[in-house]
């Protein structure tokens, strides 16, 4: 059977939007990319190289996931547009970014995916090479556990979350990665935040172009944005959307089971360092062509949703 092609997108797209922690107006370029480049990004407002969007260039993984220095050329908050390309099943792009962070634009996936499909998505003359996990890799810290597997086919991923804020509560989802799940169960589902830390990340200079545009503000009693949310637990699954953003920093496609509870980006970027640490635990190969499945699995315990929630 021959191996699944490589693709890019069709042609050139341009996004415009604030940052969500700077605050500033910036500007993304997606530009179609040569067979065998993979994702990298460049800064057209500093004359630094292109910085290719794997683990070993992420230089912060606190708040967002931030691919090289900001300072020298690097881009924050990289992970809804990497999630984005992963969950399409873009192996190649150039992002050309004007400013140090990525523009939030409504806090989701969805209009990164909309431009993309507005060009369109071209097959290239090149094998796709996905990474295997061969054996289970388990980071676990005080604060939670994500775990890689070995898995039959594709990237299956499973996450948990535990919030003692009633609003959230207790959330699980699960899905079997591929570009129709990818839209219909991930890519709307918003960042969010909680009002009592407004305050505080203002102090630290994060989180100045927060908005209810743009993150799901979570009050003492109540979900403050006046539309409600858009999934019934839109929270797991924009956390979801964070994991598939961060794994794709492996390099190529994961084939393997992802597990999370009570994960981040941090968690999630040291777990692709420890599973590439060990040679034996995992192999890169080219993958056989695929059809979509198209489902996801949801279990949740939440208390309170807009009456757009489906």
């Known amino acids: 059977m021959k191996a699944a092609k490589q693709t890019t997108v069709r042609d050139s797209i341009t996004l415009d939007g604030i940052g969500v922690h700077s605050g500033a107006r910036v500007s993304v370029?997606?530009?179609?990319?040569?067979?065998?480049s993979g994702i990298a990004f460049l800064r057209s407002d500093q004359d630094h190289a292109?910085?290719?969007?794997?683990?070993?260039?992420?230089?912060?993984a606190d708040l967002s996931t931030v691919i090289g220095r900001p300072e020298r050329g690097g881009v924050a908050t990289v992970e809804h547009l990497m999630a984005a390309l992963a969950?399409?099943?873009?192996?190649?792009?150039?992002?050309e970014v004007d400013g140090p962070e990525m523009p939030i634009l409504d806090g989701s996936a969805a209009p990164f995916v909309a431009a993309i499909e507005q060009v369109g998505i071209v097959l290239q003359d090149a094998p796709r090479k996905v990474v295997k996990v061969l054996k289970s890799v388990v980071l676990e810290t005080e604060r939670g556990v994500v775990e890689l597997h070995p898995h039959d086919r594709g990237l299956r991923l499973e996450v948990e979350i535990d919030?003692?804020?009633?609003l959230i509560g207790r959330q699980v989802c699960g899905i079997d990665l591929d570009p129709l799940a990818f839209r219909r169960d991930v890519a709307r589902a918003r960042t969010f935040g909680f009002m009592q830390d407004v305050s505080k990340l203002w102090a630290v200079?994060?989180?100045?172009?927060?908005?209810?545009?743009?993150?799901?503000?979570?009050?003492?009693?109540?979900?403050?944005?006046?539309?409600g949310l858009r999934y019934r637990?839109?929270?797991?699954?924009?956390?979801?959307?964070?994991?598939?953003?961060?794994?794709?920093?492996?390099?190529?496609?994961?084939?393997?089971?992802?597990?999370?509870?009570?994960?981040?980006?941090?968690?999630?970027?040291?777990?692709?360092?420890?599973l590439f640490a060990d040679p034996t635990a995992y192999a890169i190969v080219e993958q056989a062509p695929r059809r979509d499945r198209g489902?996801?699995?949801?279990?949740v315990s939440v208390p309170a949703y807009g009456p757009d929630a489906t």
């Open 29 to 36: 370029t997606l530009h179609p990319a040569e067979a065998g």
């Open 295 to 299: 489902h996801a699995d949801i279990g």
């Open 233 to 274: 637990d839109e929270f797991v699954r924009h956390k979801l959307l964070d994991a598939i953003g961060d794994l794709s920093l492996a390099g190529a496609p994961l084939v393997g089971r992802f597990r999370s509870y009570r994960g981040g980006h941090r968690m999630n970027v040291k777990l692709l360092e420890t």
């Open 163 to 166: 919030f003692a804020n009633p």
């Open 205 to 227: 200079n994060k989180a100045l172009g927060a908005s209810l545009d743009n993150t799901i503000v979570v009050g003492d009693d109540r979900i403050l944005n006046p539309e």
């Open 87 to 95: 969950g399409l099943g873009i192996d190649n792009c150039l992002v």
């Open 50 to 60: 292109e910085i290719p969007a794997v683990f070993r260039n992420v230089s912060s």
